[in-house]
Structures are given as C-alpha cells and as structure tokens.
C-alpha cells in the first residue's frame, strides 16, 4: 500500500533536513525559518480536521468584501472563521430570500453574529458579518485572503504569501 507525503509532512521533512544539513558550521536556513516551517505545517495539518462545505470539488469561504472590518483579517487566531458550514448554510438561505439590500445587510448581522460567538467565543469580532460572501474555491488549492482598505480579497497561491488550504 502507497502511502503519499501530505504538505505539511513535506514541510516539516523540509524543516528537519535544513536543522541536520549544515554548510560550515552553520545551519542552510535559520531557526525561525525552520520554526516557520514547522507552524505552517501544524497549521496546514489542522486545516485538515476542520469541516468545510464541499460541491463541485470546490470548498465554501468566507470572506468580508467590503470596506470596514475584515471577516477573517480581524480574527486570524480563528481559521475556522473560513469555513465554518453552520454559517455558509445561513448565508446560502438568507441569499435565497427576496430582501432589499438594507434588509438583507441587518439579517445578515442579526444572523451571523449570535452564531459567530456561539462557534468561536466573546473573543471573535464579527464587524465583517454585514458584508460576508461565500467564495468558492478549489478543493486542495492554496488561497490567502488579503486585506486591503478594510476589503477582504481572496487570491490564489503566490510566493510570499500566508496560505489557506481549501
């Protein structure tokens, strides 16, 4: 039976490799790179467990489009922020309904919030709730949600950048 390497095995492999390999005496990478490595793979290892709406091969994200609080910027110690299904199934349902913009902005808030502290706790700050979207993004892709001018933008893998499993 195969087994494959998942990434964050690769990374914390990677990590290990660059500890033991030593130019000169010293190491190819510093400690904080290798620390990085290894809380990337943590993360991405813990991303895994957490549920998310799948269809299509794609998986349901949250993000904050517009100005103001950002949805998953202003609470990065909660990733599950991104994915949580109970609220992509409200957004899925009040998006169904017939409701004018305004009205559809306070249930938006009215709806979000009580969940948003009920999942994540009086800690989570759910100003991002009245512009939440949902964007759909391929299963297995690398995303980063980048903030700016208080607008929340979800981009594809670049080098550089945070990255998010879907």
Not at 117 to 125: A, M, P, R, T, V
């Amino acid at each position: 039976m195969e087994t494959r390497a998942t990434d964050s095995d690769k990374l914390r492999l990677l990590a290990n490799w660059f500890e033991r390999e030593d130019v000169a005496g010293q190491s190819t990478i510093s400690a904080e790179v290798q620390d990085d490595l290894r809380r990337i793979a943590d993360y991405l290892e813990a991303c895994q467990d957490k549920p998310k709406v799948e269809r299509d091969g794609e998986i349901a994200v949250l993000y904050s489009p517009g100005h103001g609080a950002g949805w998953y910027s202003w609470n990065t110690r909660f990733p599950d922020c991104l994915f949580s299904p109970e609220i992509v199934q409200f957004l899925e349902a009040l998006e169904a309904l017939k409701l004018p913009p305004r009205e559809k902005e306070q249930a938006r808030i009215d709806g979000i919030v009580p969940i948003a502290k009920k999942l994540f706790g009086e800690e989570f700050y759910s100003g991002g709730a009245k512009n939440l979207r949902i964007q759909w993004v391929p299963k297995g892709c690398y995303f980063s949600v980048v903030e700016r001018e208080g607008s929340e933008q979800i981009e594809t893998m670049e080098i550089g950048d945070e990255w998010i499993l879907a």
